[in-house]
């Protein structure tokens, strides 16, 4: 009761000590004293949430009582039960129902596993809604609300020559503009360019697209023809029309084009039917998906359930996305018409002010979409609730095409997060944003890893790589997809499925463990970040063009390209469309509609992320708003409590002038400065040329400590960028491919260090500038352990010896004198255990499985032989466990005695004389079993796992394999 009181106060205790302003989902240091005690045992809402899928229908009692039961195997694991999420099943079999999300069975079910959670001190998280993009609440929301569909607009292009007369259509309005050339300019004539080809098309009902959608073979509604880009006299833009056709004449003297836009429906990147442009589908959202909750859980919310999951990656509008608010809101920030800006997205004028009109879109958008996701962090926040983002990362083209400003959407979160699809977990790109994000709003990072990854990529070894990986990129909450309400996973085109079926199951809470004790350290302090990455969206937002917004573009989505504004009764959506709609389809085609320039600022971008983070050097990344807020303190730019020495700007083209004149004076006092490929010229005050900018970038590359890079190659052998970037730790001996993450915790420094390879390493590191005592925080046992340190003037000095797969926070603490040097120990191997062992397989220990081992076509079910491969013995299919015992005898047990086991696929529970000795999930399968050694007879017993591969058809090797040695510790 105690322990459970601690776990709770733990998680409340930012809420309930900290200003109104704070949100859940804050980060808490506690003081050194409590950190040290709860490392130990830290709560449990640092443990990894499952992403929980209820799929199949809750009708029956046993479904509900299975779910139940799928609860208390997750905690007994020490996992949350997670973020329960209502969706279809993907296999074939009968789906949820959607009228049973939110209903009776449904929050009998949802009680039942609250109470199991709240009985084990665990924690249990909503997704807000059902299947995805969050916002659409099983189809309620266009129920209740009829008039929010999903809205752009697409345009006839109608070139009319000087004082000629040009009959044009009905349309929603019409934009002229003095034309200066086109694709087609060479042409002897000019050129009509029509968007539709004949009214009768326009005419399709909905119905009639939805069989379209069904058809195998991919056929547009309305049929249309790719934009042809030209170059116009932005100052000659003027609205001529709107709504019913009309006669126009051109004026004398020069060629015109008009602009004839019309209104389309077109699901968004993720799949959602819904506009998030307009203002009132948040109010609408609460009340259909989230309010049920208030009325139904209670007190609940805010303690048993904690947060709030919103499977929402990025659906901001389809291309030219279009609302009233957006118009409103676009005329509020520039005091402009939006409509006789809209021709400058997708043509370009000489004066270059379509890349102010660009950016000026694109920032009202993401207003907008932000302020949706905020309404309901708000409603959270009242209620006591953390809200998790899920958004996209992969790219600058997919964030712009489907989030906007990806900075300003994630900061509506209280706590940010990402979706690391497949192994994507291993690499810095999709995280390091998010990460910069949380350190400058002191907020908790989560990410969901490895969905997707399927058999391939999942393993032991893997899901160790990945939680180094991800405490390594900041993230302190983990939400592994996902568990699977349906058993059945044959077909399943979004495995791992991590439950009982997979023999590593009974060991999972070691992974739990050690991801508990080293995402609370990682929620504590702040990076020590002294370089700032800026981000270059503005840029790609205003090179976006064209392919970005026309529904005609090559490559666009397998759907037809556009579709009538809905009708009432189109609002009911089959399970079969929904499930179309929402595959995944949209976001790797958006790469392609932006043009090569912004493809390259994304290249380099990128590489800029993996440069900096493979040198090891500590940086952040900041937006405009972010950069806008530091100020100049000698030679640094500071936002407390982070200083920066060093700004890179990575191939950017567009800045505004106020963070232009910032970054002069920042290298004029001395500051560091890297400009990668690319020097400014534009700004969102005045366009594409800027002579202001310009002028602060001539004074900018004069300074002696500012450096161009045309290469775009960040390299520490580099003298430039030497003088500008230092690793925060050095390898003095022993160099290895080390992942690292250096953090400020009250005072003291801690680092976590990776070894994310099968190959032991031992090294020696300096820690510069940092003078104090070492200990090593070790995430696998909770065990804070001293280190022998050398002091130097330079620094501190320390050996260390990674494992393979090994990570643990180092911590140097320069209050304290350092340590001498400890005891240290030579191994001296005592015991072979080769030759013969007793081998068996026990049908009543395998875990349950959708393609049981066929033990009756075994010959026999027990061997006696040298440790070998599994598959000698006929076992290729079993996903499951195999039995090993050993007798040995050892005629004196003192000091340490380590059982090391060689080689292991995958995974092993190690019994000695009848008590569990240890359990391993991941390399080095070494155990100390002094405590269970008898003088003379002994009796070991090995129970080793494998994959759930194998009987999917995948056979993988595994086994005990060895040499398996007895060693003695000795004092050196």
Request: aromatic share 12%; charged share 20%; net charge negative.
């Amino acid at each position: 009761m105690i322990n459970r009181f601690l776990k709770l106060m733990a998680l409340l205790l930012p809420i309930v000590t900290t200003t109104a302003q704070t949100l859940p989902g804050s980060r808490h240091t506690p003081d050194s004293d409590s950190l040290r005690f709860l490392f130990a045992d830290p709560p449990a809402s640092f443990a990894p949430f499952f992403f929980w899928f209820w799929d199949t229908p809750l009708d029956e009692e046993k479904t509900r009582d299975n779910l139940v039961r799928m609860a208390e195997k997750m905690l007994a694991q020490r996992m949350n039960p997670g973020y329960v999420h209502a969706r279809f099943n993907m296999v074939g079999l009968p789906d949820l129902p959607r009228e049973q999300w939110l209903s009776p069975l449904w929050f009998e079910a949802f009680r039942r596993v609250a109470a199991v959670a709240e009985a084990d001190a665990g924690f249990i998280g909503m997704c807000g809604d059902f299947w995805w993009p969050s916002g659409q609440a099983a189809g309620r929301v266009l129920k209740s609300h009829p008039d929010l569909w999903a809205t752009s607009l697409y345009w006839q292009t109608i070139e009319v020559a000087g004082g000629k007369s040009v009959r044009v259509p009905a349309s929603f309005f019409v934009i002229a503009a003095q034309l200066i050339g086109t694709a087609d300019s060479s042409s002897s004539s000019l050129i009509d360019h029509p968007t539709l080809q004949t009214d009768d098309e326009i005419l399709l009902t909905l119905s009639q697209q939805k069989n379209r959608l069904k058809r195998v073979k991919t056929e547009p509604a309305l049929k249309v023809v790719p934009h042809v880009p030209a170059i116009i006299k932005s100052q000659t833009l003027k609205l001529i029309g709107a709504d019913a056709p009309f006669d126009w004449q051109a004026p004398a003297g020069s060629s015109w084009r008009l602009y004839v836009f019309h209104q389309y429906f077109h699901p968004g990147c993720d799949g959602g039917r819904l506009n998030f442009l307009d203002r009132r589908l948040a109010s609408a959202f609460i009340h259909e998906a989230l309010q049920p909750y208030a009325e139904q859980m209670g007190s609940a919310l805010g303690s048993t359930i904690p947060g709030i999951f919103l499977d929402h990656e990025g659906d901001d509008g389809y291309k030219l996305a279009w609302s009233n608010d957006l118009s409103n809101l676009y005329s509020q920030k520039t005091g402009s018409d939006i409509r006789l800006h809209l021709p400058l997205l997708f043509d370009t004028d000489k004066e270059g002010y379509y890349f102010k009109a660009r950016w000026d879109w694109y920032d009202a958008v993401s207003d907008l979409y932000a302020g949706y996701f905020k309404e309901i962090n708000d409603w959270c926040w009242d209620h006591h609730l953390w809200c998790i983002s899920n958004l996209w990362e992969e790219t600058l083209m997919w964030q712009a095409g489907a989030v906007g400003d990806f900075f300003k959407a994630q900061k509506s979160f209280s706590m940010p997060g990402t979706d690391a699809l497949g192994l994507n977990v291993l690499q810095p790109h999709d995280f390091m944003e998010t990460r910069s994000i949380c350190e400058f709003e002191n907020r908790r990072q989560q990410s969901e890893i490895m969905g997707g990854s399927g058999f391939w990529g999942f393993s032991p070894i893997t899901i160790k790589q990945a939680a180094n990986a991800a405490i390594c990129w900041g993230v302190n909450h983990i939400v592994p997809h996902a568990v699977f309400a349906t058993r059945k996973l044959d077909g399943n085109p979004w495995l791992p499925d991590w439950f009982d079926q997979q023999p590593l199951w009974p060991l999972l809470h070691l992974w739990s463990d050690f991801l508990r004790r080293a995402g609370f350290v990682n929620s504590c302090g702040q990076s020590s970040a002294d370089v700032l990455l800026l981000n270059p969206m503005d840029s790609v937002w205003g090179w976006s063009g064209a392919g970005v917004f026309d529904p005609a573009f090559p490559g666009r989505v397998p759907v037809p390209a556009i579709m009538p504004l809905p009708q009432q009764n189109d609002i009911d959506q089959s399970a079969e469309e929904m499930k179309r709609l929402s595959a995944w389809w949209c976001p790797p085609l958006m790469d392609n509609w932006f043009n090569e320039r912004s493809q390259n600022i994304n290249k380099i971008y990128a590489q800029a992320i993996d440069d900096l983070t493979r040198q090891r050097i500590e940086y952040l990344i900041a937006d405009r708003h972010y950069l806008q807020q530091m100020i100049t303190e000698g030679a640094e730019l500071v936002r407390t409590p982070f200083r920066f020495r060093t700004v890179i700007l990575p191939a950017m083209t567009m800045i505004s002038r106020e963070n232009a004149r910032k970054l002069l004076a920042f290298a004029q006092n001395g500051g560091h400065i890297i400009l990668l490929h690319t020097i400014p010229s534009a700004s969102m005050e005045a366009g594409l040329e800027d002579a202001e900018v310009k002028q602060f970038m001539r004074q900018l590359i004069a300074q002696k400590n500012v450096s161009f890079l045309a290469d775009a190659r960040i390299d520490l052998e580099n003298v430039k960028c030497k003088q500008a970037l230092s690793p925060h730790v050095f390898f003095q001996m022993g160099d290895f491919p080390l992942l690292q993450q250096h953090r400020r915790i009250n005072d003291n420094d801690f680092f976590w260090l990776v070894n994310n390879s099968e190959t032991r390493q031992s090294c020696r590191l300096l820690f510069p500038h940092l003078h104090g005592s070492a200990t090593k925080w070790n995430c696998e046992t909770g065990e804070i352990q001293p280190l022998a340190s050398t002091d130097h003037p330079e620094g501190t000095s320390i050996n260390l010896t990674f494992e393979s797969y090994e990570a643990f926070w180092l911590v140097i603490e320069q209050q304290q004198s350092p340590q001498a040097a400890f005891e240290s120990f030579r191994e001296t191997i005592i015991l072979e255990l080769d030759g013969e062992w007793s081998i068996s397989i026990n049908p009543e220990i395998q875990p349950p499985g959708e393609h049981p081992f066929n033990f009756a076509g075994l010959e026999q079910r027990q061997w006696v032989s040298a440790l070998q491969p599994c598959s000698a013995w006929g076992l290729d299919s079993l996903s499951g466990y195999v039995e090993y015992e050993k007798h040995f005898t050892l005629a004196q047990t003192q000091g340490r005695i380590i059982l090391d086991l060689g080689k292991v696929l995958n995974c092993a529970q190690i019994y000695l004389n009848g008590e569990l000795a240890g359990e391993r999930l991941w390399p080095p399968y070494r155990i100390d079993i002094s405590q269970n050694l008898h003088e003379g007879d002994n009796q070991l017993n090995i129970r080793i796992g494998n994959l759930l591969n194998n009987s999917y058809g995948d056979a993988q090797e595994f086994g005990l394999l060895g040499p398996v040695v007895i060693e003695q510790l000795f004092s050196r």
